[in-house]
């Protein structure tokens, strides 16, 4: 038997057994929960059900500006983007996007519009590639966990190969690069996965996702925390009850494991040598608002390395980090040019990520999340 003690952020226990139910369900193979959602319809913790809405999921190869180039897609065929996530990782990018339509305010169910949809977004995501698998999109009308899902698409798209990885890594202090090992319990008869990184939120979650994505069952665990570091062990096997046998299939598993601790930089880069900036946006939504802002930060030469997008009532809280996109810090010439031009309509603040393992205390509205999980949970409890 599996016995953990969770807390929450600040340290506070969770023992809610309706908790523990969500994350059994939420963490299975396919990992939609609609029926979590009815038996707990008080708790919708980073669950995309902001009303009627279509759901779109797109995976490509990243570049500076795509996510305008999207937006304005959506814009230009009058869907309203209700709500967003996107990640990149590996010169690859995940996102989930929530779209209605613009003057009905109901989901898109007519097949000849989601056609079109499909096949610009195809377009954008291809770019000047010809080869199919370059970008996807698929659509759906149901509920899924937004951070389970884009561990899904990634892992399925296999951004823990190629040559953007070495190029990443180089970004990292070395005393706080992810450190994965794996040993056989004989007498046991498990695999054992030992991972020792910088300590995070989510960190457990994201390890579960892939070794579950990867068919493996995690018997036992051991998670501990010694300052900025988390240790952390887990005895698998896969699902046909062999262990990791093969020095390829350990060096895949830790690939697998690198990538999706990896995947949440922009989330975590407090420990990151490129600092991103953190731009936190509130604003009365409106249809093309979304295209707006990603415009202007791709005039002003700065690319989006992971966004969260919402709507709750009548406004739009938007969450973007970026980056240089030539890899250059931010200059505050730029930032005063941001200010400008969105912050004449818009609740508008700049946050640096800071490099240092503390984050420093910010003025004004900058301690507030805007991501999904924190917005429904503060908004629909």
């Given at each position: ?93 995940a996102c989930v996007v929530y779209v209605n339509d613009n003057s009905t305010c109901q989901p898109v169910d007519d097949p000849n519009r ?150 949440r930089v922009s989330e975590v880069s407090n420990y990151h040598e490129i600092q991103d900036l953190r731009l936190e946006l509130c604003a ?98």
């Amino acid at each position: 038997m599996d016995v953990f003690h969770v807390t929450d952020q600040q340290g506070k226990k969770l023992a809610d057994s309706k908790t523990i139910d969500y994350i059994e369900k939420a963490l299975g193979p396919k990992g939609h929960i609609t029926d979590v959602l009815k038996a707990w319809p008080g708790k919708r913790v980073g669950v995309h059900s902001v009303g009627d809405h279509t759901a779109i999921e797109l995976i490509g190869r990243d570049r500076p500006g795509l996510l305008s180039e999207i937006s304005a897609v959506l814009a230009n065929l009058h869907f309203n983007v209700v709500a967003a996530e996107v990640w990149t990782h590996n010169r690859r990018i995940a996102c989930v996007v929530y779209v209605n339509d613009n003057s009905t305010c109901q989901p898109v169910d007519d097949p000849n519009r989601l056609s079109t949809m499909e096949e610009q977004l195809k377009n954008i995501l291809r770019g000047c590639e010809d080869d199919e698998k370059v970008g996807r999109t698929s659509f759906s009308m149901g509920f899924t966990h937004v951070d389970r899902r884009l561990h899904q698409m990634l892992f399925a798209d296999r951004d823990y190969e190629g040559g953007g990885l070495a190029n990443e890594v180089d970004h990292y202090p070395p005393c706080f690069q992810p450190k994965i090992t794996i040993e056989r319990c004989e007498e046991k008869g498990y695999s054992v996965v030992s991972v020792r990184c910088k300590d995070r939120a989510k960190l457990m979650f994201d390890i579960v996702c892939t070794l579950t994505d990867m068919q493996y069952v995690v018997f036992h665990a051991t998670i501990s925390s010694d300052g900025p570091y988390a240790s952390q062990e887990y005895f698998i096997r896969h699902m046909d009850g062999c262990t990791l046998d093969t020095e390829g299939e350990k060096e895949r598993v830790i690939k697998c494991i690198d990538a999706a601790i990896r995947r949440r930089v922009s989330e975590v880069s407090n420990y990151h040598e490129i600092q991103d900036l953190r731009l936190e946006l509130c604003a009365k939504d409106r249809v093309g608002l979304l295209s707006e802002v990603t415009r202007i930060l791709r005039e002003n030469g700065l690319s989006v390395t992971r966004a969260g997008v919402t709507t709750i009532g009548e406004q739009a809280m938007n969450v973007f980090y970026v980056r240089d996109s030539s890899g250059n810090p931010v200059d505050i010439k730029t930032i005063e040019a941001l200010r400008k031009e969105i912050g004449h309509t818009t609740m508008f603040n700049v946050k640096k990520v800071p490099t240092s393992s503390k984050a420093p205390e910010t003025k004004g509205w900058g301690k507030t999340s805007f991501f999904f999980g924190n917005l429904l949970e503060r908004f629909l409890a």
